[in-house]
């Protein structure tokens, strides 16, 4: 009898064992291929991405790649221009960046007293916000005068949707498509990060409109 028990409790030790190897290893898949979390950090996408905002982004949508290669395994579809994009920066993969595409391999890019044309046409900017007045000439510094430059195959141009203060594709170039981990695509949470962590500030900056917030 002592015998019987001792292999029942072993059994339901290793169930819970497995159980929890099952979830760990779904979890992986899911956050390899499926869908995975990120934070904003930064003020670079305002006012579509809020510093606080927690969203969710679709790693499927661009097909399935192969883990640390970035190589596409399933293709599906390539970014087009006004996804907003989270990819690996090039100057640096070990960060993640968040901006919006521009222009896709093959397009002239040209940036003219902050006005953007892509193949020679004004860009529909509906996204984009200038705050700053000043125009800075090409040869200070890359912000409103740009290009023209052609988007090489297999790259992405990429802008932050705050133009005057978005460290992006004008400054260090092109994103290469094995770089982008997915597609920004939901607010599933949002606050004031700049207030106490475990304070009633924070709890009361908890921005309740965004929750939900489809990313366009």
């Known amino acids: 009898m002592t015998k019987s028990i001792q292999l029942t409790e072993k059994s339901k030790i290793r169930e819970n064992v497995e159980a929890i190897i099952i979830a760990v290893l779904l979890a992986l898949f899911i956050r390899t291929f499926v869908v995975q979390a990120f934070k904003i950090p930064s003020g670079s996408m305002l006012p579509t991405l809020q510093i606080g905002d927690h969203i969710l982004v679709s790693k499927f949508i661009y097909g399935i790649k192969m883990p640390f290669t970035g190589a596409t395994l399933i293709p599906i579809t390539n970014p087009k221009p006004s996804d907003v994009v989270v990819f690996q920066f090039p100057k640096n993969p070990e960060l993640d ?9 093959g397009d002239i890019v040209e940036i003219r007293d902050k006005k953007i044309t892509i ?22 510094a890359p912000r409103d005068n740009f290009g ?8 992405i141009f990429v802008m932050g949707d705050n133009r005057d203060n978005s ?22 949470w949002s606050w004031d990060v700049q207030q106490p962590l475990f304070s009633l500030d924070r709890l009361r900056s908890i921005r309740w409109s965004r929750l939900g917030d489809f990313i366009h």
Do not use: E, M, S
């Not at 960046?97 to 391999?105: D, N, T």
């Not at 092109?174 to 597609?183: I, M, Q, S, T, Y």
């Open 148 to 155: 023209p430059v052609t988007v090489p195959a297999g790259k």
């Open 167 to 188: 460290y992006d594709g004008r400054f260090w170039g092109f994103v290469d498509l094995k770089a982008v981990r997915g597609k920004a695509w939901v607010i599933y």
């Open 97 to 105: 960046y968040i901006k919006r595409v521009i222009a896709v391999a």
């Open 119 to 140: 193949n020679g046409k004004p860009l529909v900017d509906t996204h984009g916000v200038y705050k700053d007045p000043t125009i800075l000439p090409a040869a200070v």
